[in-house]
């Protein structure tokens, strides 16, 4: 009689198969932890550029190492570069106040004057920076390591979004065989996925950017010193909706308070809240009317796990982190509702917002 010499059926070694493939794939997971930055990067900077490299490649017949390189080019150009002169910028910023460290005392002695004479408490700034110091200095050094560490993560999102760019369609039948939603469904979460990207990231940059012009024009407008300097920091809070620009036009014009200059201070605080804070309302509503509306809680809590996680970045990839995650626990909704069904083929499921 012949025996199976086998110690495992067919199915028990599919099963010991998956098994090993879940674990090796949550060690890499793991492994891999400090470049998710650089993972996120890429994704965010090749649905950018997708429609470009498509229309160059498919419509130019231009060589897709060649686009590829250019379109690599142009976002160091265009991204890359502003941000290290951004960075440049605040080092020479911080080295001056570390050289005149008397300017910094003045106004707090300023303010605690002017504290004790309004409210009866000498002290209150020094109360308040004691009790606050802690967490802003946890928050510089997490900003600070983050930012230390980008560079390393451009390389490798550079890296990656060449081999993605010159092989995108591979890479998206890729995509679409190995989702575990349907067809109809996965389409459904790229298009959904696109736009939140842009929402998020060129959206926001757009709102960001005009904040910090609007800021500096006001800082102009009422006698501010260094009002380009505040206007890119304007603009880096921004990322925070509603909360980043009082950051700092509100705390510019308590000085102003306390220096007896009461018409800069009205003037700018009326001037924030009725022009720099409704450039938010407004635009972010044409945005989620063209791309998608992503609600300012998730942002500010996307904030708050990103910094965290991923420093600097973390204003960026926060947001899109939480946003990609409700995403796909809608496509899930969806996908767990519908029965397969041959004659629906073709037919996409539209979400509900």
Not at 115 to 122: Q, T
Not at 135 to 157: E, N, P, R, S
Not at 187 to 214: C, D, H, K, P, W
């Amino acid at each position: 009689m012949n025996q199976s010499s086998d110690i495992f059926t067919w199915k028990e070694r599919n099963t010991i198969i998956l098994v090993l493939i879940i674990l090796l794939g949550l060690f890499l997971a793991y492994a891999m932890r400090g470049i998710t930055g650089a993972i996120l990067g890429t994704i965010v900077m090749y649905t950018i550029f997708r429609p470009v490299n498509m229309w160059m490649v498919e419509k130019l017949k231009w060589r897709r190492p060649l686009v590829a390189a250019l379109l690599i080019f142009a976002s160091f150009v265009i991204i890359v570069m502003p941000f290290l002169g951004l960075g440049k910028m605040l080092v020479g910023k911080a080295a001056e106040l570390q050289q005149n460290p008397g300017w910094i005392d003045n106004i707090v002695k300023k303010i605690n004057e002017f504290a004790g004479d309004r409210f009866g408490k000498p002290d209150f700034l020094q109360e308040q920076l004691e009790k606050s110091m802690s967490y802003v200095g946890t928050l510089f050094t997490t900003l600070l390591t983050g930012t230390l560490g980008i560079f390393l993560d451009i390389a490798i999102m550079y890296f990656l979004l060449y081999f993605m760019l010159i092989n995108f369609r591979g890479f998206e039948r890729g995509l679409l065989r190995y989702s575990p939603f349907t067809t109809e469904n996965a389409i459904q979460f790229g298009q959904e996925m696109r736009n939140i990207t842009y929402s998020n990231v060129l959206g926001q940059l757009f709102i960001a950017i005009i904040q910090g012009a609007s800021l500096s024009l006001g800082y102009v407008i009422f006698g501010y010193g260094d009002p380009l300097f505040w206007g890119v920091i304007c603009a880096i809070l921004a990322f925070i909706p509603l909360l980043g620009p009082p950051l700092i036009f509100i705390p510019a014009a308590i000085i102003a308070f306390t220096q007896g200059d009461n018409f800069a201070a009205i003037g700018l605080l009326i001037y924030g809240f009725v022009v720099v804070i409704n450039i938010d309302n407004v635009f972010r509503l044409i945005i989620a009317r063209r791309l998608g509306d992503i609600h300012p809680i998730i942002t500010i809590v996307g904030v708050i796990i990103g910094i965290p996680l991923f420093g600097v970045m973390g204003l960026v990839f926060g947001p899109l982190l939480l946003s990609y995650f409700l995403l796909a626990v809608r496509i899930y909704e969806i996908n767990k509702r519908e029965k397969p069904d041959p004659e629906r083929a073709g037919t996409i499921t539209p979400l509900k917002k």
